[in-house]
T-cell receptor
Framework: GQNIDQPTEMTATEGAIVQINCTYQTSGFNGLFWYQQHAGEAPTFLSYNVLDGLEEKGRFSSFLSRSKGYSYLLLKELQMKDSASYLCAGADSNYQLIWGAGTKLIIKP | DTEVTQTPKHLVMGMTNKKSLKCEQHMGHRAMYWYKQKAKKPPELMFVYSYEKLSINESVPSRFSPECPNSSLLNLHLHALQPEDSALYLC?????????????FGPGTRLTVL
């Protein structure tokens, strides 16, 4: 079957670093996406990994290990506006996204 | 223009009503998607149009009827909905539904069925 697992909720402090993990099982694999979704709003694209390794984009980085079926999203220098849900989604052999349930990130001052 | 627009933003309808949700993009994308999202849940894929042809229908009840009049527009026609259909309906588009294709989401239509 196809499955994406990520923690339900995480809490971190403003200015700190947080890592959100995601493990996946998909029928075929065409990459791993991370999206950010603020409450009541649409998801917005953060990153895409299809090869092993770390992709850095400003304060956000995403890592992929295909052999382990594992990815993480790393957020540095946390700001209050980073409070949101972070959705991990794997693209299967038909390029359709299999979505995780999302990780709600709470940032405290 | 890197935006996907959706109308209306909010919709309240009775179980006997007929209404339509509209989605538009002008990025030249050839794949368009309808998702349904319940609170605190991930988006659930409903339909995918690729090059204006319905390519995926995820066993959605017939009371939801998609339409793709042209490559920029996507409609979702609603008829005889149930209260459990109340949700956020998201439209998305991507270049062509293939590899490396990030999906751009519209702001969604919040639907309440009474």
């Amino acid at each position: 079957g196809q499955n994406i697992d990520q923690p339900t909720e995480m809490t971190a402090t403003e200015g700190a670093i947080v890592q959100i993990n995601c493990t996946y099982q998909t029928s075929g694999f065409n990459g791993l996406f991370w999206y950010q979704q603020h409450a009541g709003e649409a998801p917005t694209f953060l990153s895409y990994n299809v090869l092993d390794g770390l992709e850095e984009k400003g304060r956000f980085s995403s890592f992929l290990s295909r052999s382990k079926g594992y990815s993480y999203l790393l957020l540095k220098e946390l700001q209050m506006k980073d409070s949101a849900s972070y959705l991990c989604a794997g693209a299967d052999s038909n390029y359709q996204l299999i979505w995780g349930a999302g990780t709600k990130l709470i940032i405290k001052p | 223009d890197t935006e996907v627009t959706q109308t209306p933003k909010h919709l309240v309808m009775g179980m006997t009503n007929k209404k339509s949700l509209k989605c538009e993009q002008h990025m030249g994308h050839r794949a368009m998607y309808w998702y349904k999202q319940k609170a605190k849940k991930p988006p659930e894929l409903m339909f995918v149009y690729s090059y204006e042809k319905l390519s995926i229908n995820e066993s959605v009840p017939s009371r939801f009827s998609p339409e793709c009049p042209n490559s920029s527009l996507l409609n979702l026609h609603l008829h005889a909905l149930q209260p459990e259909d109340s949700a956020l309906y998201l439209c998305a588009s991507s270049q062509d539904g293939g590899v490396y294709n990030e999906q751009f989401f519209g702001p969604g239509t919040r639907l309440t069925v009474l």
